[in-house]
């Protein structure tokens, strides 16, 4: 059995496609034991409490100095016996030696196709306004390993396509996107933890 960790900062929208995938049996190899937030009062938290999963808030505000924060998070993730470490919505860099102590084991989702309007400052809605602006006739969400080397500059795992309509604002976008966000990032969950397992 992989123990999951998921790491979140919002509403929790992928959050609850994961809790519900567990619940519907899509990975049977692996259950989710941990969510931490870099924010407390976030709607995350509360689907995993209703969903009866222990969560932690690690806020960078209190942890000023980057080893601090590595520190409680590489803490709360071994407490979890976390085998698999999931960035679902986590606006907050992770500390190198967070990425490094679970190299092949860290994963995020990204609203767009990678390599295209990823990294530093490409988050939310900007990375929507951003694949309009480019006049780009396609867009979609990447499934990828989180490295030590930038944001968003891991191993692509997992690609969905969505077109780019005509009349599309960066809402109506992504709405769009976050659609197969919640169909790929289960799927690729599946998919590691069973290979994990075997």
């Known amino acids: 059995m992989v123990n999951v960790a998921v790491l979140v900062s919002g509403g929790g929208t992928n959050l609850q496609a994961l809790i519900d995938a567990e619940h519907a049996g899509l990975f049977p190899n692996a259950r989710i034991v941990l969510v931490l937030s870099s924010r407390a009062g976030v709607k995350a938290l509360e689907r995993a409490e209703e969903a009866g999963i222990p969560t932690t808030v690690i806020a960078k505000d209190d942890y000023p100095e980057d080893e601090a924060r590595a520190d409680a998070i590489l803490a709360a993730l071994e407490g979890a016996g976390a085998g698999l470490v999931v960035l679902a ?110």
């Open 89 to 198: 919505g986590y606006m907050s860099i992770l500390p190198v030696r967070v990425c490094r102590a679970y190299a092949g084991r860290l994963i995020n989702i990204h609203p767009a196709l990678l390599p295209r309007h990823g990294g530093v400052g490409y988050y939310g809605l900007r990375v929507h306004k951003a694949v309009l602006e480019a006049g780009d006739a396609e867009s979609g969400a990447t499934v990828h390993f989180v490295d030590d080397r930038g944001v968003d500059s891991g191993e692509i795992i997992a690609q969905a396509r969505v077109p780019v309509l005509p009349d599309d604002t960066p809402e109506a976008l992504q709405a769009r996107v976050l659609e197969v966000e919640h169909r790929i990032f289960p799927e690729a969950v599946a998919r590691l933890t069973a290979k994990a397992t075997q």
